[in-house]
């Protein structure tokens, strides 16, 4: 069973801060790492995408990966009040399947 | 990023009844679109994945039979639920998968059911 965890939060940060979201994956053999951003009672919106080990920025967003730790993370610098949302983590293996975390709210008050 | 489409946004329709959902590639073409079903404060779950030209790969407990999935264009695929109950009310969102490059998956807007 292929497990994508994320912390489901809320997560609270000031205006202007760094917002750290994190996420662990099971699959060792997991190739493709995505992050997408939700607002309530909306789908899923991609922001970023990894692929390998490193950091990868994008404006304010970086994805961090680690495949040694099973782990990849989404820091969101001079955090937003319309960065508040849930965050989605989402692997993929080998397979042409999405697993999915079920998400860590984002709240980013004035 | 690449553009999906779905129509209707919302249905409110009686229990019995069946609704069609109805996903678009808008400008790209998707051999690989995927159907999700979310409740509410819940994760989204895969409930199919569609092929063009080929029978949709059901998840486990997935009724194939109650959600026909018709995936007749490289960018047209449909979600019908038949015969729908209340516990059907769901948010029901596709997603399609570029054919290029790092695979990336768009999500579509999702079509909100409700079935009385």
């Known amino acids: 069973q292929k497990e994508v965890e994320q912390n489901s939060g809320p997560l609270s940060v000031p205006e202007g801060a760094i917002a750290s979201l994190n996420c662990t994956y099971s699959d060792r053999g997991s190739q493709s790492f995505f992050w997408y951003r939700q607002y309530s009672g909306k789908s899923p919106e991609l922001i970023m995408s990894i692929y390998s080990n490193g950091d990868k920025e994008d404006g304010r967003f970086t994805a961090q990966l680690n495949k040694a730790s099973q782990y990849v993370s989404l820091l969101i610098r001079d955090s937003q009040p319309s960065d508040s949302a849930t965050y989605l983590c989402?692997?993929?293996?080998?397979?042409?399947?999405?697993?999915f975390g079920k998400g860590t709210m984002l709240l980013v008050s004035p | 990023g690449a553009v999906v489409s779905q129509h209707p946004s919302r249905v409110i329709c009686k229990s019995g009844t069946s609704v069609k959902i109805e996903c678009r590639s808008l400008d790209f073409q998707a051999t690989t679109m995927f159907w999700y079903r979310q409740f509410p404060k819940q994760s989204l779950m895969l409930m199919a994945t569609s092929n063009e030209g080929s029978k949709a790969t059901y998840e486990q407990g997935v009724e194939k039979d109650k959600f026909l999935i018709n995936h007749a264009s490289l960018t047209l695929s449909t979600l019908t639920v038949t015969s729908a109950h209340p516990e059907d009310s769901s948010f029901y969102i596709c997603s399609a998968r570029v054919s290029s490059g790092n695979n990336e998956q768009f999500f579509g807007p999702g079509t909100r059911l409700t079935v009385l």
């Open positions: 989402a692997v993929k293996g080998g397979y042409s399947t999405l697993t």
